[in-house]
Structure formats: C-alpha cells, structure tokens
C-alpha cells in the first residue's frame, strides 16, 4: 500500500519549454507531498512542500515562478518546470507524507530524470 | 536549522561481512525521528530503517539494526551478512516533530559489496 505513481520517468526537452510532472498518490490521500531535486551523486535537496487545497511553501533559493506546483486534489501533485534551460536537467523526486503504514511517514515516486537541451 | 552529516563518502565490504555507516546529527529539539534510506541504482527511495528519538531501544529489521546515540546525536546504521543487493546509496535522514515534517537528508554515503 501507499504507492506514489511519478510520471514521466524521463523526458527531454528543448530550451525555453515547460515540462510538467506529475505524482499520483495510487491507494491512498496525499494531504501533503514534497518535491525535491537530486543531482548526480549527490542528496536530495528540498524544493517545496505541497499541501492539497494551498500554495507550496518554497524552500529558500527556490524560484517558486520557475518550479510551479499545483496540489489541487488529495490524489495529485504536479511540479510544472517553467521556460527550462540546461542548468534545470536534473533528477526530480516526489515524496507524499502518509500517516501509518509501513513506509515509515513516506513513500516516494520513482523520480523523473529531466534533461533541458 | 537542522544539520545530517555522513561523513564516509564511500564504503565497501566483503558479503556476508558486516559494515557500520555513520550518520551524526545536529538539532536543539528533544523529540524528532530518524531515518535510514536506501537508493539502488534505480533511484528509488526504499526505507531501510526508523527511529523515535523517545526510545531508547535501538530499531532494528532483520540484517539492519541502528546504533542510536542521542546525547551524542549519533545514528550509525549496521548493516549484516552483506548481500550483493544491499549495493546502493545510502542516505540518513532527519525529521523534527511536528512543524512541515520534512525531511532533512545527509550527503549519502555510497556502499559497494565485493562478491
């Protein structure tokens, strides 16, 4: 139980496009979902947290019009990279909160390998 | 602000030995959680082990158990009889109680299991 669903696992895109990934919680109300980025070997830094109905809270240094996230229902979260160049390539991961289970509080989608070109 | 710090880049081991990966912590508050995340090369997030910083007992599952130190804000995580697919990244990861509930990530440290 508690599977979060992240789609596309990849994708290339062309300089100065949008790209849009979205995270469905499967079996299971998303009330909050974090959405962090990881760069080759290296950690997971925080972008934002989502929570259904609210604006993201942004994590300092985090372009909240570049990295827009929408949270408009319990099952769905989507960050929308805006006008993207190179520099945003990067891997992208969702993570819902999930009260209970056996995930210990979290579950993660399988992350979105971006590639501005 | 709250601070994970792996301090062993890289790690290896024989299988079926054992090997201990450090993970210290730095917070002023009393009651949080900690975490053991595993990052196989598929990239997917898999829970390895947690801890209430209430309990003093050490958490355990199965090969992995964690040595919790709380006056030493130390979480190291023992993982043993290595097998091949415990080859991965390995993240330690702090939580506060109450407040955002987001998790803060140490820098990973990376474990190889030599056959």
């Known amino acids: 139980g508690a599977v979060v669903s992240q789609h596309p696992s990849w994708v290339i895109c062309k300089s100065g496009t949008s790209v849009k990934i979205e995270c469905r919680s499967l079996?299971?109300?998303?009330?909050?979902m974090f959405w962090y980025r990881q760069f080759p070997k290296q950690s997971l830094m925080l972008m934002a947290t989502s929570n259904e109905g609210s604006k993201a809270t942004y994590e300092q240094g985090v372009e909240k019009d570049k990295f827009l996230i929408n949270h408009a229902s319990l099952t769905l979260s989507t960050l929308t990279v805006t006008s993207a160049h190179p520099e945003d390539s990067s891997f992208y991961i969702c993570?819902?909160?999930?009260?209970?289970?056996?995930?210990?509080?979290?579950?993660f989608g399988s992350g979105t390998r971006l590639t501005v070109v | 602000a709250q601070t994970v710090t792996q301090s062993q880049p890289e790690m290896s081991v024989q299988e079926a030995e054992t090997v201990t990966l450090s993970c210290t912590y730095d917070t002023s508050e009393s009651d949080y959680y900690l975490f053991w995340y595993k990052q196989p090369p598929s990239r997917q997030m898999i829970l390895v082990i947690r801890?209430?910083?209430?309990?003093?007992q050490n958490a355990t599952e199965n090969r992995f158990s964690v040595n919790f130190q709380k006056a030493a804000k130390s979480f190291s995580l023992k993982i043993s009889d290595s097998q091949l697919g415990d080859a991965a990244m390995y993240f330690c990861a702090y939580r506060a109680q109450g407040g955002s509930e987001k998790l803060v990530f140490g820098k990973g440290t990376k474990l190889t299991v030599n056959p």
């Open positions: 993570s819902a909160r999930v009260l209970g289970g056996p995930r210990g509080g979290y579950t």
């Open positions: 079996d299971f109300q998303a009330t909050t």
């Open positions: 801890q209430e910083a209430y309990k003093q």
